[in-house]
């Protein structure tokens, strides 16, 4: 059998799948964090960024169907090894074991379920815009850019340019105090979530030997903390009212 063929075949492939597709999840998250962390500074940063994605056109759809593809067999790895394990479970291991690994498989089972359901809300709210149909659309107007937006000195959007503004939409999205308690609370699940992701990683790839594993625990507990106050500081700044919607941009109100 070739080796993709192995991969999905047998129990290590598949954990192999898991953590492979985990990484460039993360991967993801990480990169979608800072992206939205630019709304802390002038709008032309977030909206110039936003502009900047959805002009690459091909090459964004081309990442898009690779997220697609990796959160499909991450989700079908975990569906297969979880059926696998039940199957298996009590066999060979002592009761404290089995226990422990169930109570942390069920926790991935259940904040995995939710990170989905909020990420279908997610899409229906900022990307489709049928969550908030009011904000979006009304946010969704243009903005014309202040100033270039520059990518590692390199300007990718012109100052003067008309783009979608993600800023308003964003921070009125998040004046909802519903719809910001639930990215907050979908933010701290995926925090324990990519928490366990990462043990079950660092056991998989042979990494969780007794000398490193307390470091590795406190490593990715630093990470799951920061990532997780960092996304939640985007609705907290809105509630608090540190994030204001900017004064209605000249085509804004032109429209
Ligand atoms: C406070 C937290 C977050 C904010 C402010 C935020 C903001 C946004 C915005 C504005 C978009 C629309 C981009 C566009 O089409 O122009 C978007 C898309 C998206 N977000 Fe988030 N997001 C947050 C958290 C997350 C998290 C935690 C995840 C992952 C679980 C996530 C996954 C996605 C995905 C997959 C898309 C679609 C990307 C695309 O269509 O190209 N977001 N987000």
């Not at 990519?194 to 998989?204: A, R």
Request: proline share 3%; aromatic share 10%; glycine share 10%.
């Amino acid at each position: 059998m070739n080796l993709a063929g192995s991969l999905f075949s047998s129990s290590v492939g598949r954990k192999i799948l898991m953590a492979v597709t985990g990484v460039i999840l993360i991967g993801f998250v990480i990169g979608h964090l800072v992206g939205n962390l630019q709304i802390f500074s002038d709008p032309d940063h977030i909206n110039g960024y936003g502009a900047f994605l959805h002009r690459l056109g091909p090459l964004l759809w081309a990442a898009r169907i690779g997220l697609l593809l990796a959160a499909g067999i991450h989700i079908w790895a975990a569906t297969v090894l979880t059926l696998e394990n039940r199957a298996a479970r009590g066999v060979g291991y002592g009761v404290a074991y089995t226990l422990q690994a169930t109570l942390s498989s069920r926790l991935m089972r259940w904040t995995g379920v939710v990170v989905l359901a909020f990420l279908l809300y997610h899409l229906a709210h900022f990307t489709v815009g049928v969550a908030q149909p009011a904000t979006y659309k009304e946010n969704l107007a243009h903005y014309t850019m202040g100033g270039e937006y520059r990518i590692a000195g390199f300007p990718v959007v012109k100052a003067g340019a008309e783009v979608l503004d993600v800023y308003n939409m964003v921070i009125r999205g998040f004046q909802n105090p519903l719809v910001s308690l639930f990215y907050v609370v979908a933010v701290g699940l995926l925090s324990l979530h990519l928490l366990h992701g990462f043990d079950s990683m660092f056991q998989s790839i042979g990494w969780r030997s007794a000398k490193w594993s307390g470091c590795l625990r406190r490593i990715a507990i630093a990470f799951c903390l920061v990532y997780f106050l960092a996304n939640a500081a985007i609705p907290g700044a809105v509630l608090l009212g540190r994030l204001q919607p900017h004064a209605a941009a000249p085509a804004l109100t032109q429209r």
